[in-house]
T-cell receptor, first 117, second 111 residues
């Protein structure tokens, strides 16, 4: 099946610093990728849709200036958490879809655990 | 916003028993998918059922969809300790690829 990787798998940073998380589709091209965040023992919340070659589409309530998304190629999307604070600590997961129909399966990355001290 | 609600929130069973998890949603959907997540890990896709389908099987998994009641169920038969995980339903609408996740069911299978 299709493989999606994320890097790093975990990161600890100091409050006020910025952290970049990469999401790669390893064996397929993805014009669209999705970024989710998940708090402990909770469900996944969609943050934004990453579009290759254009601006990301953010969900209501998600600060676009805080969570910068760049989809520079058909296999890579990055999420940068700017000026991170402890409340940004969470599990961030990306997904990608190798097809073009909305019924196609989403493939998820293994997630990145961010801890902000 | 989360539109899926799952019940039970937690389910504890013995190995060999069947596990049934339910998911309800609020708006029209294009498809409904079930995912599994082991603690602290990414999601693994289990099965996808389209809005015009009523039942689907995959190995020990059986999924039903009732669009009139806006609900779905996931049945895992002959459960194993390795099935211990969180299970999420996710609905797909007309917006390409966007999924809305339910709250999840934590399944514990005791050996």
């Amino acid at each position: 099946g299709a493989v999606v990787s994320q890097h790093p798998s975990w990161v600890i940073c100091k409050s006020g610093t910025s952290v970049k998380i990469e999401c790669r589709s390893l064996d397929f091209q993805a014009t669209t990728m999705f970024w989710y965040r998940q708090f402990p023992k909770q469900s996944l919340m969609l943050m934004a849709t990453s579009n290759e070659g254009s601006k990301a589409t953010y969900e209501q309530g998600v600060e676009k200036d805080k969570f910068l998304i760049n989809h520079a190629s058909l296999t890579l999307s990055t999420l940068t958490v700017t000026s991170a604070h402890p409340e940004d600590s969470s599990f961030y997961i990306c997904s990608a879809n190798p097809g073009t129909r909305s019924t196609d399966t989403q493939y998820f990355g293994p997630g990145t655990r961010l801890t902000v001290l | 916003s989360q539109q899926g609600e799952e019940d039970p929130q937690a389910l504890s069973i013995q190995e060999g028993e069947n596990a049934t998890m339910n998911c309800s949603y609020k708006t029209s959907i294009n498809n409904l998918q079930w995912y599994r997540q082991n603690s602290g890990r990414g999601l693994v896709h289990l099965i996808l059922i389209r809005s015009n389908e009523r039942e689907k099987h995959s190995g020990r998994l059986r999924v039903t969809l009732d669009t009139s009641k806006k609900s779905s169920s996931l049945l895992i038969t002959a459960s194993r300790a390795a099935d211990t995980a969180s299970y999420f339903c996710a609905t797909g609408g007309t917006s390409y690829g966007k999924l809305t996740f339910g709250q999840g069911t934590i399944l514990t299978v005791h050996p």
